[in-house]
């Protein structure tokens, strides 16, 4: 079967650090990834999407970056971290179009 | 871009009552999914439902495309049925499914 890891779980950052967050995928190939952010604990909104290796898709502009290094991992990342990049956020995937997405357990951000 | 919106926003009930969630998207979609975020935030899927019924246990949910909308049923709630509940739609007929999250109805079940 198929499961997805995301880490860390929470993770408290000062105010211009770096950040990096990585999700994985096991029991599957060439999936599609997704990076969602959910703010004040309502509504989730789509940041990034991977169809392959080293193909990412932005759907909102700001401080944020993914990368998609091997088939199954997909990392979001920040040089710069803003009080407004906190948030909860998920990690998801897909077999392919017209298939469910499944989620992760999220990472909680919290920039001090 | 489509519109996802959810009816009611919040929603409290005795454990025991039934309870119907309201799903509305503002155009054809190819993908549509009823998720259940408990109070851990871990977001579970319940039913991937573009068209038709499906039932699973307690719940069941109708998606009837024609008239954009859909309906998530809660027979017999649990306390543990409470948290928010979230509709997500896609329009996407090709690459990936770039899922449109409507605002949740957060649903209170007391013993």
């Known amino acids: 079967s198929q499961t997805i890891h995301q880490w860390p779980a929470t993770l408290v950052q000062p105010v211009g650090s770096p950040l990096s967050l990585e999700c994985t995928v096991e029991g599957t190939s060439n999936p599609n990834l997704y990076w969602y952010r959910q703010a004040a604990g309502r509504g989730l909104q789509l940041l990034f999407y991977s169809v392959g290796i080293g193909q990412i898709s932005s759907e909102v502009p700001q401080n944020l970056s993914a990368s998609r290094p091997q088939d199954r991992q997909f990392i979001l990342s920040s040089k710069k971290l803003l009080l407004s990049d906190s948030g909860f956020y998920l990690c998801?995937?897909?077999?392919?179009?017209?298939?469910?997405?499944?989620f992760g357990d999220g990472t909680r951000l919290s920039i001090l | 871009g489509i519109q996802v919106e959810q009816s009611p926003p919040d929603l409290i009930l005795q454990e025991g009552a039934n309870s119907t969630l309201r799903c509305n998207f503002s155009?054809?979609?190819?993908?549509l999914q009823w998720f259940h975020q408990n109070p851990w935030g871990q977001l579970i899927n319940l039913f991937y439902i573009p068209s038709g019924t499906k039932q699973n246990g307690r719940l069941s949910a109708t998606t009837v495309a024609t008239e954009r909308y859909s309906l998530l049923y809660i027979s017999s709630s649990q306390t543990t049925d409470s948290g928010v509940y979230f509709c997500?739609?896609?329009?996407?007929?090709?690459?990936?499914?770039?899922?449109?999250f409507g605002q949740g109805t957060r649903l209170t079940i007391n013993p």
């Open positions: 997500a739609a896609s329009t996407d007929r090709q690459g990936a499914q770039k899922l449109v």
């Open positions: 155009d054809s979609v190819n993908n």
């Open positions: 998801a995937w897909s077999r392919a179009r017209n298939q469910p997405q499944h």
